[in-house]
């Protein structure tokens, strides 16, 4: 089942002309996924997931604030919610201050590009506090009916890679790529397909 998902999903990447992966299809392939494994482990490695998204483009982040290891601390506690050794409220207040940092605090001068990645980071930690796979699972059928704190991380990160946001003038081969690596290496490697 999943490796029909993600031929489906491949085929539709490639009919998408600004190199876009829909929603539908990567909760389609996040639902297969799931059932790959038990709930812990599934749990396990769709945040390992995100993190590989949020490494995919942290070079945009370190691009724009050299220095700045604010990005890998939300994917620490990510980390370390996962292992239980952080509590979930701890995680979450140290996610809403990133956030706040990120949105509020933060000027992206040029482009908006290292501001997603802050805010992949962010969501990451968030998806780290939703332990039932099912629950991780947006029910929106498009990501332009989310808001930015309610995106997913890959598609926070496929937009830091195309410097723009579906729909928006961006990097479509950029992000067409972003995908590209997400369904042939990312979920192979972390799903041990």
Not at 62 to 83: I, K
Not at 103 to 121: C, H, I, K, Q, T
């Amino acid at each position: 089942m999943v490796a029909r998902l993600l031929a489906e999903a491949r085929r539709a990447l490639a009919d998408d002309p600004e190199g876009g992966l829909a929603l539908r299809y990567r909760t389609a392939l996040w639902g297969g996924l799931a059932g790959l494994s038990d709930a812990r482990t599934g749990y396990e490695r769709r945040v390992r997931l995100n993190q590989a998204c949020v490494r995919q483009v942290l070079d945009r982040w370190d691009a724009h604030f050299p220095g700045d290891r604010g990005v890998e601390a939300m994917l620490d506690v990510a980390t370390r919610r996962v292992a239980g050794t952080i509590e979930d409220e701890a995680a979450g207040d140290a996610r809403d201050r990133f956030y706040v940092e990120v949105v509020e605090n933060r000027r992206y001068p040029g482009d908006a590009s290292a501001m997603f990645v802050g805010l992949a980071a962010a969501n990451t930690v968030m998806e780290a506090r939703i332990e039932d796979n099912a629950d991780a699972i947006p029910e929106a059928e498009d990501d332009e009916q989310l808001d930015p704190e309610a995106c997913d991380t890959s598609y926070m990160c496929a937009s830091a890679a195309a410097r723009g946001l579906n729909g928006r003038p961006a990097d479509g081969a950029a992000r067409r790529a972003f995908w590209t690596w997400y369904l042939d290496t990312a979920i192979p490697q972390v799903y041990g397909l």
